[in-house]
């Protein structure tokens, strides 16, 4: 869990920031579990007495030491976070109507709907939660170090259509920050340093930090310094979706 390095921050200090997206705001609001979208495999996996090894096999919760409240989504907990910013303020679809239905409550999504149904897994061992599904739109992969891991979960659950791009994962650099300057929108990064995926929606030039989104209730409004972001060795990436 990121501990360190990160500092809250006030909307009113965010929006002095050199460089914000269009509708920047939206991500603030995300500040509990359900309007985040939030998901770990172990909320639901030990919420019945069944190991539930048809959700994740014993090798994996051994290997990524999964217990109950463990097991989070992070890259999907941001990808989650990103479409929906698109859906309801850009020009295309990133959910159907069905989908809609099925992960939002009210069965709307819109500027002031935009709040999940409680992650839950059904008698028929189904599981109600979009990050989960993103997850098994990936194979059910952890860990996911490759932006190309990101363009292939946005393309089987969204479509072949989106306009997407990353940076290479290691020895690069290039700034996250370019993509919200060329584009107006926010980016999700994935960090070896902080071994984390978060998304950013802010970046100031002067104390040279980022506005972040860490995926997790009450850290909606969090900085980053720049330079902790990645270094020459490490792994880690940024990935952008754009209309």
Known sequence: MINVDTENISEEQISK???????????????????????????VLFSKESNASDIVSD???????????????????????LYKYFHIYGKNNYFTQQQIKKYF?????DQDNFEHVEPTRMENGEVISTAYDLW??????????????LRRTTRNFVGNWVKDDYSVSWMHT??????IEKYKV????????????FLI?????????????LGWEDKHMKTIPA??????LSLGYWYGIHE
């Open 201 to 213: 929606y802010g970046y100031d030039k002067v104390s040279n930090k980022y506005a972040v989104h």
């Open 59 to 81: 090798e994996n919760k051994s290997k990524y030491h999964i217990g109950p409240d463990d097991g989070g989504l992070c890259e999907y907990v941001s990808l989650v976070m």
């Open 227 to 232: 330079l902790k972001l990645f270094s020459l």
């Open 186 to 197: 926010p980016v999700i990064v994935v960090s070896g340093n902080y071994e984390h995926s």
């Open 105 to 109: 409550r009210n069965g709307k999504l």
């Open 17 to 43: 920031f050199s460089l914000l997206p269009n509708n920047w705001q939206f991500f603030t609001k995300l500040d509990s579990k359900n309007k985040i979208g939030y998901y770990a495999i172990g909320d």
């Open 174 to 179: 290039s700034r996250p920050e370019q993509w």
């Open 136 to 149: 098994v739109a990936n194979n059910r992969r952890f860990n996911l170090w490759y932006g190309s891991d």
